[in-house]
């Protein structure tokens, strides 16, 4: 080894390595090579390679590396091999049976039992060997021993006559290729090349490398046809072959296995894409002469490299004088293409090549279909430059991307003679410029709709705290202008669905933005203070406007269902955002779309999280307490609101979710500039659990079945009352924590002054559009549900009570106590009735104490008690026990309702 | 005060005796009035509400009677000392005690209760130890609550030789206490109790009775009853609710039993079954596996809990009965009083 790093490394190994790893960033270096694709290959079939090529393959792969291993005397490792060789000898065991086995197989065997031999014979070797290689030696030695003797014959006849068999063999490999005539002399060529360069030990096994070289190589390569290119390669490698031979056999035969190991991989790439395509074999010969004398250099001994390229060409597009027209550039365009999503292709020089050939067209007035087509495919390539979908635009790629869409549009704009549809077959395109309007394959949303997705995930990848983010979020409004020229394009040309699809984008890209300046027009604000750039913002359309024009378009043209329940649900959003609740709310009912959104996609019912949350915080705005809760329920009642509004991801342990799931999630994040105020949204759930929940409490504090309007509430309730030192509140959840108490207690002035304060303005109040109104409701509601809870808890202190000290103490007007004391004797919440003339409750006294509250409870738990008991007693008995009358039992749960204590004592009698 | 004058007032027999067929080797207790004072005193100063103190009686049996001559009450747990060693103390007090020439013998522990709630797995363990280890013994329960109402409520109460035994065993099992036959009636038997003081001191109490200047107030007169009723329902609520859980159980674990009963049945039936065809068929039959490793029965509930949880309701609704019956007479007294004014 150390010899072939002391040959020399100069920089040109380094230059030809580099290239042969797929390097986007490397063009330079595959500019290099002087040939370009042409097409008189084109048409060229390659055969597809059979399970046997590959098994063999991987054979020939093993074999190698113990060959490697053997010359450099690593016992251990040729040992290791050895055992990975069985077992893959063993799985392509049933191409073996059909084939025979492959006499490069028996080759190994047989040289590698010799060469065994020769080392335990060498008893001074031995002994400079370490303990390891000594080891395996001796295991390896017996193995293959045992493994021989399975093989005797072969290896006999091998080594009897070891030229002939490996003739035979490569009689049989072309005939089962079953391609062109010559491969015969080919793989023969190439056989004797292989040998020369494979030779490895002092005795001669000359035909060794041969089989190396049929085993794959020539199934594959006989294939091509042109004989030529073939035939002097060969002769080359034949030629630096004997020549290396004479210098050193190691050095040599090192520099074969580099050698073919080349084609091998190239072809292995080419043939996995399954494409028709080939480059020339001459522009193959020199790339790899050149490799080769990096290779030497290198050594030989590294494991397979990726693909070697296969698109080298130079930034020269036509040969010289060729005549530049339009079916020249189709072939140049399409040539480019097939490279296209190939392993070894380098994507950036294939866009270059595409900006390169889409100037050349534009110099040669070629007219704008072809300059549609190849825009077309410049931004498909553009798409195309990340291999997945998690990885996201490179900001000079989004924005050659942003300007090629736009160029396109303004192309398709000035030419209104251009058609372009998914369905125009490739070969129905015209594009020569004729009377007869442009055809080109291609559509221009599917594009467009690509570039708001990726637009999507650079937001997603960007952290929303930086000056990225806003850099990025500026783009936004060229992507809402690429879309309204799309859009505007499509109303004239595009069929229905191509219009629903692209209003649902501008829909996307409108629903969540407040709109300020139809805000402020409302107030009445619009006027003469303000600077011209607002002037110019506020004319057009309010979005509300646009918003209903779209989504009616949508609810009546569309067909998927999809579309239009997305359509629905921004709708809604957006009438929620501008507090139309009631609009909103209407919608959200007449879609009927809480009865089924479980079987929508995630991405959907996101959405529809989404709206019901923005719903609700619109509820709760127009002081609808109740739908507020509602409709925050759902989501806030998991307790992962988070990742329901697609706004993060939970902490959560690998059990649960693996990697790739979390890779799905996290691509359907939503971009933090749409994202929903969290704190916001749990203090509005809070706040109005709070409301609901106070005055019920006090209203049931007996009922031993009380059921809970807000566990999520009672849960705050709870932690606030563990703590052991209890601070002035610091947090949302405190504050609410601390109100809650208050108005327990009919103190609505502490409790308004926790809810609304100058913390809780900049945490929560504040973010509303409109701020004042909601905190003066919010004031009211607190006065309103204090007075209730008031009258809940302390009505037992009185005989009467004067309307007047109650609008007092909560400072409401009489009317509004009036009107809520009524409310509540109507409900017979309150047992009382107002005297008119003196403005007084006066309290009746009929509630049960708070003993007969107790014995009532008592005695629905002994009705359960009892019931258990019996059914003990039916356990015992059987059925057919006849111990229970069953009509008897059926009058007991009867009576059960009312609690009669005869009922139960009569029962009881009976059964005991 | 008024327990204390009770107290004073000579041997009075506070608890009815429930019947003088028992067999055990104590069939009265005499209380010295100073025990008395001391457990009455040690609940003052150191048990609040529902907190429990506890204490160790001395005393020695005479005949059947088990005389109760003196006690000292057990220092209240705290949890810096948790290595307080309690034996340790026991030792050293009645070593110190019996220096002073008093009564060293252990003959009992006693303990306040919060509202009759004295029926637990603790009393029981401990109560078995104590008789397991001294024959004599017996549990003074305090009810302070009771007493403040204007009647000193003192019990004696000692574990069945039935319960023993089970407690020997310690054979919760339904099988184990069905076999036993035993009832939440028949867990504690209750022994009366006779306060007796010396003549000196009874002398000392008339003398006193006459000089004191403290007004008579009669707790016992007291006519308000919700809160104490409220409480007990409260207690007796929760008991239920407990018992209610304990039925849930028991009744879970034999409807899997009887489910299980019935899958061995089958499986035994189809082997036989199969076994018969063998044989017909000349073939061995199969091998005889071990059922009870195929069916594991479940695991049986213990029923102890639930024995205690029913002492304990009864011994509530007996609180109540005797409550609510004494506040009827009261309020026909106060009635009566009301119409003849």
Aim: glycine share 6%; with cysteine; hydrophobic share 35%.
């Amino acid at each position: 080894m150390s010899r072939f790093f002391a040959t020399g490394s100069d920089s040109e190994s380094e230059e030809s390595s580099s290239a042969d790893e797929i390097t986007p960033k490397a063009p330079g270096t595959t500019f290099k090579q002087s040939l370009l694709l042409s097409d008189d290959e084109e048409d060229t079939k390659r055969v597809v390679r059979s399970a046997k090529d590959k098994r063999f393959e991987e054979l020939t792969n093993l074999i190698k590396t113990i060959r490697n291993a053997m010359k450099i005397r690593d016992m251990a490792k040729c040992l290791e091999e050895f055992e990975q060789l069985c077992r893959a000898f063993l799985k392509s065991k049933n191409i073996v049976d059909k084939e025979g086995v492959p006499p490069f197989y028996i080759r190994l065997l047989a040289d590698l039992e010799d060469y065994l031999n020769q080392l335990w014979e060498d008893k001074e070797g031995k002994k400079k060997m370490n303990k390891n290689n000594a080891k395996a030696l001796s295991t390896l030695r017996q193995k293959i021993r045992k493994y021989n003797r399975d093989y005797e014959t072969e290896i006999a006849a091998y080594k009897e006559n070891p030229q002939e068999s490996a003739d035979e063999e490569e009689e049989k490999e072309p005939g089962d290729s079953g391609s062109s005539s010559d491969s015969d002399d080919e793989g023969g060529d190439e056989g004797v090349t292989a040998k020369s360069f494979l030779k490895k030990k002092p005795e001669p096994t000359p035909e060794a490398s041969k089989f190396l070289k049929t085993a794959k190589g020539s199934g594959d390569e006989s294939s091509s046809s042109e004989d030529d290119d073939d035939e002097d390669w060969s002769s080359d490698s034949v030629h630096s072959g004997s020549e290396s031979s004479d210098e050193g056999d190691e050095k040599t035969s090192s520099l074969a296995v580099v050698f073919l190991k080349k084609t091998l991989d190239t072809e292995k790439s080419e043939k996995r894409l399954g494409k028709k395509r080939k480059p020339k074999k001459k522009e193959r010969l020199e790339e790899e002469a050149e490799e080769e004398g990096g290779e030497e250099v290198e050594g030989g001994w590294e494991k397979v490299k990726g693909g070697a390229p296969l698109v080298k060409e130079k930034p020269k597009m036509f040969a010289k004088g060729t005549e530049i027209n339009i079916p020249v550039v189709v072939k140049k365009l399409n040539e480019i293409l097939q490279a296209r999503g190939k392993k070894g292709t380098d994507r950036a020089a294939q866009i270059e090549l595409l900006h390169a050939l889409a100037a050349i067209a534009n110099e040669n007035n070629l007219g704008q279909g072809i300059m549609v087509k190849i825009k077309f495919n410049i931004i498909a390539s553009l798409y195309d430059y990340n291999p997945n979908l998690a990885a996201f635009m490179k900001p000079d790629m989004w924005k050659k991307c942003l300007d090629c869409i736009d160029e396109l549009l303004d192309i398709l704009f000035d030419n209104n003679n251009i058609f372009i549809g998914e369905n125009i077959a490739e070969d129905s395109e015209s594009l020569a410029i004729s009377d007869q309007p442009f055809r080109v394959r291609g559509c221009i949303l599917t594009l467009v709709e690509r570039m708001d997705e990726e637009f999507t995930k650079i937001m997603q990848n960007t952290d929303p705290h930086s000056q990225e983010y806003v850099d990025n979020l500026k783009d936004e409004g060229r992507v809402c202008g690429i879309i309204d020229r799309l859009l505007d394009y499509l109303e004239t040309k595009g069929s229905t669905e191509e219009i629903c699809r692209i209003y649902l984008r501008r829909i996307m890209h409108t629903y969540y933005k407040f709109d300020y300046k139809a805000h402020r027009r409302s107030l009445g604000l619009q006027g003469e203070t303000k600077s011209e750039q607002d002037q110019e913002e506020s004319e057009g359309e309010d979005s509300a406007v646009i918003m209903d024009r779209l989504c009616k378009f949508i609810y009546a043209k569309d067909r998927t269902d999809r579309i239009r329940t997305c359509a629905i649900l921004c709708h809604i959003y957006h009438h929620a955002l501008h507090s139309r609740w009631y609009q909103a709310r209407d919608l959200m009912l007449m879609s009927h779309l809480q009865d089924n959104i479980q079987h929508a996609d995630p991405p959907v019912q996101i959405l529809y999280n989404r709206t019901m949350v923005q719903l609700g915080i619109c509820a709760f705005r127009q002081g609808m307490i109740k739908d507020a809760h509602n409709a925050l329920l759902d989501i806030q009642s998991s307790g992962r609101a988070k990742e329901l509004l697609g706004q993060g991801l939970l902490m959560r342990n690998m059990q649960e979710r693996n990697a790739e799931q979390e890779k799905i999630e996290k691509r359907r994040q939503v971009p933090f500039h749409m994202h929903i105020n969290l704190e916001l949204l749990e203090c509005v759930y809070l706040v109005s659990a709070m409301l609901l929940e106070i005055p019920y409490m006090a209203a049931h504090e007996f009922d031993a079945r009380r059921r809970m309007i807000s566990k999520q509430f009672h849960h705050q309730l709870r932690v606030g009352e563990r703590q052991p030192l209890l601070g002035p509140p610091e947090s949302m959840r405190e504050h609410v924590v601390a109100a809650s108490k208050a108005m327990k207690m009919g103190d609505w002035r502490t409790c308004h002054s926790f809810i609304i304060n100058e913390k809780m303005n900049s945490k929560v109040w504040d973010l509303f559009p409109e701020t004042q109104r909601v905190r003066e409701m919010l004031v009211r509601k607190i006065q309103e549900e204090s007075l209730r809870t008031y009258l809940f808890t302390y009505s037992s202190v009185y005989d009467s009570i004067s309307m007047e000290t109650l609008s007092e103490m909560f400072e409401l007007e009489i009317a509004t106590v009036h009107s809520i004391i009524s409310k509540m004797i109507i409900n017979e919440e309150l047992m009382a009735s107002l005297d008119q003339p003196t403005q007084t409750v006066v309290m009746h006294r009929t509630e049960p104490t708070s003993l007969q509250n107790m014995a009532l409870q008592l005695a629905e738990k002994l009705g359960s008690l009892v019931e258990n008991n019996e059914r003990v007693f039916d356990l015992k008995q059987g059925v057919y026990g006849g111990y229970f009358n069953r009509d008897q039992k059926g009058g007991y749960q009867q009576n059960k309702g009312g609690y009669q204590r005869g009922g139960y004592r009569n029962q009881n009698q009976s059964n005991y | 005060m008024a327990s204390r004058k009770e107290s004073g007032s000579g041997p009075t027999t506070v608890m009815a005796s429930t019947g003088g067929t028992l067999d055990s080797p104590v069939k009265q207790i005499q209380i010295e009035g100073l025990v008395v004072l001391k457990i009455i005193k040690h609940y003052q100063e150191e048990g609040q509400g529902s907190e429990v103190v506890q204490g160790v009686l001395l005393g020695l049996v005479v005949d059947d009677r088990l005389e109760i001559t003196n006690c000292f009450p057990f220092p209240q747990h705290t949890e810096d000392d948790a290595d307080f060693d309690e034996v340790q103390y026991q030792m050293e007090m009645m070593r110190s005690l019996r220096h002073v020439n008093i009564d060293h013998l252990h003959v009992g522990w006693y303990q306040s209760t919060y509202y009759g709630s004295f029926v637990s797995r603790a009393l029981l363990d401990s109560q078995f130890s104590y008789q397991h280890a001294i024959e004599e013994s017996v549990v003074l329960i305090y009810d302070p609550i009771k007493t403040a109402q204007g009647s000193l409520s003192l019990k004696a109460y000692r574990l069945t030789p039935k319960l023993m035994e089970i407690c020997k065993e310690k054979d919760f099992t339904p099988e184990g206490l069905k076999k036993a036959n035993i009832g939440f009636e028949h867990m504690f038997e209750e022994v009366p109790i006779v306060i007796r003081n010396s003549h000196l001191i009874n002398a000392l109490m008339w003398d006193l009775e006459d000089k004191s200047t403290v007004a008579d107030k009669h707790e016992l007169l007291n006519l308000s009853s919700s809160n104490h009723l409220e409480k007990s329902l409260q207690l007796l609520m929760d008991r239920v609710d407990d018992m209610s859980q304990e039925i849930v159980k028991y009744n879970t674990y034999s409807r899997n039993l009887s489910k299980q009963q019935q899958q061995k049945h089958q499986y035994l039936q189809r082997r036989q079954q199969e076994n018969a065809q063998r044989q017909s068929r000349g073939e061995p039959p199969l091998p005889e596996e071990d059922i009870t490793k195929m069916f594991k029965p479940p695991q049986p509930p213990p029923r102890m809990d639930t024995l205690l949880i029913a002492g304990q309701i009864n011994n509530y609704c007996q609180n109540v009965k005797e409550f609510t019956s004494q506040n009827l007479g009261k309020l026909f007294m106060a009635e009566a009083l009301q119409e003849h004014n």
